[in-house]
């Protein structure tokens, strides 16, 4: 029975256009970094761009549109168009190109005009701002507009941010860090604009200072955060871009300086820099925060170091190294160790250098799961014969929007200029939907394809009858559709096991359609043969299938309701009534004759036990002791009987079991001799047999040394054994050392050994040790005795004086020559200097310490301070600021100060390269690096700092360090 409205409409999202090709946005496929570096990834492989007009040490971003063709760049100062134009109002912006992430470039959420760029300064100086570009301005390269520059959003961040899709898929969230603070700090951007409420997490390590440099990088998919600085800090977080809130904090390292960070495309490892040189893999995979620490592996390492890490959109890692015209790639990164494939210095970037930053993106950009498109174009889902109504989604006000419904059959009504327009299809089929939307001079094209379709049949077949207990599925088609069942159930299918009439109604969209079906359950026979069986052999059984009327099939080719059996085999019934059938096995089993054999009367020891088994397992067994168990263990003696029953068959037997006591033996008690006398032991039992410890196999052994001895002795039905301990006590040996002298003041201790024993000194005591403190000259003995042997020792000890060391007051002097003295002539001498001779000269401030021996090895010691009190240092002066700008005045950082001779002179960038270095006093530092490769380049205005080591005319040599402002 059907009931039939077959129409329906079925849709293909543009989420579904975008999503079948890998990393499909283009927004990051142009790159610009460095001095005037640029990579487009929209060729492959990649090739240099050479064309741009940016110089950045650090922080830069650039964005192309969905198609991969250059909109903008910027270092976080200056916005350059794609004709490498700074924007009319795009200069001044607040970032600061040596800053580590200084820009970042957001579209806002489904607008194809306007697009925000977050600013950072430099270390911790001040706000984290945003900027609003409009790409109609200018003749659609794009500006700043005015009143929407360096908007304000918090104070006293660090120089690093980062960015990534919302959850949702369109907004976007930039997160960066507060300092002298374990903030970290979310922004949310939407449809509607910047949210000036961040989200706030405070974890993690405190940012104290600018010390904090190096990449704040989120994971594509945005579940993690992880955060390198040059301050020894490796941080892992979770991030819920949902909410936005950072957790769950996993230090990986507090002793490694980084600057770098990336995290592959699929999520699963994690990059980092080594400061020095090369670079780290972390396995986010591995398990526990313990396991993912200990998962770290040096990828690369290098005499020069590795900045900073950027995902690509081809999947790929590139590293810059500073002033290389190459970046080194990891080419595998979603793979572990080596297996990641790192080759340095293998992407070429034409004649142009890179330095410290690559540029900066919206990270989830790189992602195939995060980022799937929002459909920009939506509309309901009629039934063919219905209008389909369609809605175009944007957060900008378009001047205009034509819409193509790709039914050319409509003729003219197949366009519209209507913002929400309708439209009533010619005919089922599938349509790409076009809509071309103007702003000002920008043109934009969205594509949505939709099917309409009338096929939804509902059939759940003919009725039908089933045996009872039986499960019957009944299938209502049309995968995907709404279903609503007779009995409630809601999903495409349901099994029933009971008769009745069954319908479902099947919807999809605005299509209906109905069937019914009547499914009869009729009761099925039920054979049972019962247990499986055990016959005697030449015994039978009779097998009954039960069922009367019913048709039978026996497995021995009978067709009656019973049969009888008398051998060993399985039996199979088949019984069929109302077109039900069911069937039974049962396996008749006919025993061989039984044999029972207790085995031969046996004897055994007293203590032991006999096991008897009257075999034939799973039969039934008595024995006469009442047991009906297959074994019994015995202990006694005594005659033991068993009868075995299987089914009606039975067997028994008998055996006689004699316990005997065992021979009696004693070796003694555990007995002491002394060194030198001997033992005889006896086993005491004759004419049996013997094995001894010591292997002998006599009645008696004698022995005289200590140790454990046992013997075990048999008579043929019993075996025992005992165990003696025999020691033999050593004589007492005893030895004070040789005639010996010690130092008045100090102590001598005489020890006589032999611990635990007894003992008698010539000065009463009866310690083992005694301590001679007085001056006593003297012989001393002692009497050792351990019970049975004595042993008696003398020394003679005698005491010599101390020598006297005085090297006299604390002194100051000033261009003297002051001679120390030990005095104690004849003496050994050793000075803190290292001298052996009995007196010194001073030429230098310090403290002395000597130390006198006397020829009977006494020592006296004495110190002294010596202090020169001549110094220059402080006439030393070094300016903390310069201006090499041509006019004459302050153009050369000088060393100034008098009667001192320069040994060095050096001058150092913020990364620790040395930019100048001089031993002439007459020459100071004009603000050009003298370094390989960019010898007389003016360095830019900046904080650097100078190394001075100078030599006194006093001899003194200093050493003075500080830090130095290059304003141009």
Same mark, same amino acid.
Not at 62 to 69: P, Q, W
Not at 242 to 269: C, E, H, Q, R
Not at 286 to 314: D, E, M, V
């Given at each position: ?502 319908? $479902?109604?099947? +919807?999809? !969209?605005? &299509?209906?359609? /109905? #069937? @019914?079906?009547? =499914?009869? %359950?009729? *009761? ?117 009987? $068993?009868?075995? +029953?299987? !089914?009606? &068959?039975?067997? /028994? #037997? @008998?055996?006689? =079991?004699? %316990?005997? *006591? ?120 002692? +009497? ?6 004595? #042993? ?177």
């Amino acid at each position: 029975m059907h009931m039939k409205k077959l129409i329906c409409l079925s849709i293909f999202t543009e989420s579904l256009i975008f999503s079948t090709a890998l990393f499909a946005q283009k927004e990051n496929n142009i790159w610009y970094f460095g001095d005037e570096a640029g990579l487009d990834f929209n060729n492959n492989p990649p090739t240099a761009l050479t064309n741009s007009s940016m110089f950045t040490q650090e922080g830069c971003a650039s964005i192309a549109d969905k198609n991969g063709n250059l909109l903008f760049y910027t270092d976080g100062s200056t916005v350059w168009n794609r004709n490498h134009v700074p924007m009319p109002n795009g200069t001044g912006l607040l970032g600061d190109y040596t800053a580590t992430q200084s820009a970042i470039i957001v579209p806002k959420p489904l607008s194809s005009r306007y697009l925000y760029v977050f600013t950072v300064p430099r270390f911790d100086t001040g706000a984290i701002r945003y900027s609003l570009v409009d790409m109609t301005l200018d003749s659609c390269l794009g500006d700043v507009v005015a009143g929407q520059k360096n908007i304000f959003l918090v104070d006293s961040v660090t120089e690093k941010q980062t960015s990534v899709h919302h959850a949702n898929g369109e907004h976007v969230w930039v997160i960066t860090h507060l300092s002298s603070s374990d903030a970290f700090c979310a922004f949310l951007v939407t449809d509607t604009g910047v949210v000036k409420t961040p989200i706030f997490s405070n974890i993690g390590t405190y940012h104290v200072s600018a010390s904090f440099a190096g990449h704040l990088k989120v994971s594509p998919n945005g579940k993690k955060l992880a955060n390198g600085t040059n301050w020894n800090v490796r941080e892992l977080f979770d991030f819920d871009n949902s909410t936005g809130i950072v957790s769950n904090f996993i230090n990986l390292d507090s002793t490694a300086a980084t600057y770098g960070v990336a995290f592959s495309p699929d999520n699963s490892k994690l990059y980092m820099t080594r400061w020095s040189s090369g670079f780290d893999q972390y396995d986010l995979l591995a398990g526990s925060p313990a396991a993912i620490i200990a998962s770290k592996t040096s990828i690369f390492t290098s005499g020069t170091a590795l900045y900073s890490l950027q995902l690509a959109a081809n999947g790929k890692i590139y590293a810059s190294r500073y002033l290389q015209t190459s970046l080194g790639v990891i080419n595998d990164p979603n793979l572990l160790g080596a297996a990641c494939n790192y080759v340095d210095l293998s992407q070429s970037l034409g004649a142009k250098q890179c330095r410290v930053g690559l540029p900066s993106f919206v990270q989830s950009y790189l992602d195939t799961t995060l980022l799937l498109k929002k459909a920009r174009i939506s509309n309901n889902t009629p039934c063919f014969g219905d209008t389909t109504e369609f809605f175009f989604i944007t957060s900008d006000s378009p001047d205009s929007l034509i819409w193509n419904f790709g039914d050319t059959a409509a003729g003219p009504l197949n366009t519209s200029n209507l913002p929400d327009p309708v439209h009533l299809y010619t005919s089922i089929g599938t349509y790409n939907v076009t809509v071309i939307i103007y702003n000002g001079c920008l043109t934009d094209t969205f594509i949505k394809s939709i099917i309409i379709d009338t096929t939804i049949t509902v059939d759940l077949g003919n009725d039908t009858t089933m045996c009872g207990g039986n499960l019957f599925y009944i299938d209502a088609g049309n995968p995907g559709a709404s279903y609503l069942w007779s009995t409630g159930d809601t999903t495409q299918s349901v099994g029933v096991t009971v008769t009745g009439t069954y319908s $479902v109604t099947v +919807t999809v !969209g605005s &299509c209906i359609d /109905s #069937d @019914t079906i009547i =499914v009869t %359950f009729t *009761p099925a026979p039920i054979v049972n043969l019962g247990n499986d069986t055990t016959l005697c052999l030449g015994d039978s059984i009779m097998l009954d299938a039960g069922n009367p009327g019913s048709s039978f099939i026996w497995s021995t080719g009978d067709t009656t309701q019973t049969i009888i059996v008398g051998s060993s085999n399985s039996y199979t019934v088949e019984v069929t009534n109302n077109n039900c059938t069911d069937r039974d096995t049962v396996t008749v089993t006919v025993l061989p004759q039984l044999v029972v054999d207790l085995g031969n009367d046996t004897t055994l020891c007293i203590g032991f036990s006999a096991v008897l088994n009257a075999g034939n397992a799973s039969a039934i067994f008595l024995w006469s002791t009442g047991d009906t168990t297959q074994t019994i263990i015995v202990s006694s003696s005594g005659v033991y009987t $068993v009868k075995v +029953t299987i !089914g009606s &068959c039975s067997a /028994s #037997d @008998t055996i006689q =079991v004699t %316990f005997v *006591p065992p021979p009696v033996i004693d070796l003694g008690n555990d007995s002491t001799i002394c060194f030198g006398a001997d033992v005889l032991l006896d086993s005491g039992i004759p004419s049996a047999n013997y094995i001894w410890s010591t292997s002998e196999s006599t009645q008696t052994i004698i022995v005289s040394t200590t140790g454990v001895y046992w013997v075990s002795v048999s008579d043929g039905i019993c075996t025992v054994s005992d165990t003696i301990t025999i020691t033999v006590v050593q004589n007492a040996l005893v030895d004070l050392g040789n005639d010996t002298s010690f130092c008045e003041g100090n102590s001598i201790t005489l020890d006589a050994g032999n611990t635990g024993d007894t003992y008698a000194w010539s000065t009463g005591d009866t310690t083992q040790t005694i301590t001679l403190t007085k001056t006593v000259t003297g012989t001393y003995s002692v +009497t050792v005795s351990n019970g049975n042997c004595i #042993d008696v020792d003398t020394i003679i000890v005698s005491m010599g004086p101390l020598p006297d060391v005085d090297l006299g007051p604390d002194r100051s002097i000033c261009d003297d020559i002051l001679i120390l003295d030990a005095g104690n002539s004849g003496s050994s001498y050793l000075w803190s200097t290292g001298d052996t001779t009995e007196s010194i000269t001073i030429i230098t401030s310090d403290t002395y310490f000597l130390q006198v021996t006397d020829l009977n090895g006494c020592t006296g010691v004495d110190t002294i301070k010596v202090e020169l009190t001549c110094f220059c240092d402080s006439s030393i002066f070094i300016p903390n600021a310069f201006t090499p700008n041509g006019d004459n005045l302050n153009d050369v950082l000088y060393v100034m100060g008098p009667d001192v001779e320069l040994i060095r002179f050096m001058i150092y960038n913020r990364w620790g390269e040395k930019v100048f270095e001089t031993n002439n006093v007459n020459q100071g530092w004009d603000g050009t690096s003298s370094a390989i490769g960019a010898s007389g380049r003016k360095m830019k205005p900046g904080v650097f700092v100078y190394y001075v080591e100078l030599e006194c005319a006093s001899g003194e040599v200093f050493i003075k360090t500080g830090d130095v402002t290059l304003i141009r």
